[in-house]
């Protein structure tokens, strides 16, 4: 083998590294989520997570905002635990009589 086939099967290697290597990089870039980033970049976003709070390994405290507004969940062993605020219960208040004019 001479220096010329040998110098040009490193070549070939290079190149074929090397395309490999782009291969990857183009792969994380525009992986197959990348089509979901571009549809979901046009939709008005309603859901966000605001800030997230690890308790302990099992429970988490996370702040999200919901069509504007801020909530509070806890989160934990795989189930929701608790959601805030909770709507005030439209109940009926007890009739205060009005007070009865002076003369």
């Known amino acids: 083998m001479n220096i010329i086939e040998f110098i040009r099967a490193i070549a070939a290697l290079a190149v074929t590294l090397g395309l490999i290597g782009l291969a990857a990089y183009a792969l994380r870039r525009f992986g197959p989520d990348a089509l979901t980033r571009l549809v979901t970049s046009r ?11 690890a308790l302990d390994p099992t429970r988490r405290l996370v702040i999200f905002s ?5 909530r509070l969940m806890l989160l934990g062993e795989g189930k929701l635990l608790d959601w805030g605020p909770k709507p005030a ?4 208040s007890p009739a205060v009589p009005a007070p009865e004019p002076v003369i």
């Open 89 to 92: 219960a439209a109940s009926p």
């Open 66 to 70: 919901l069509d504007g507004e801020e």
């Open 43 to 53: 939709q008005i976003r309603r859901l966000r997570v605001v800030e997230s709070l």
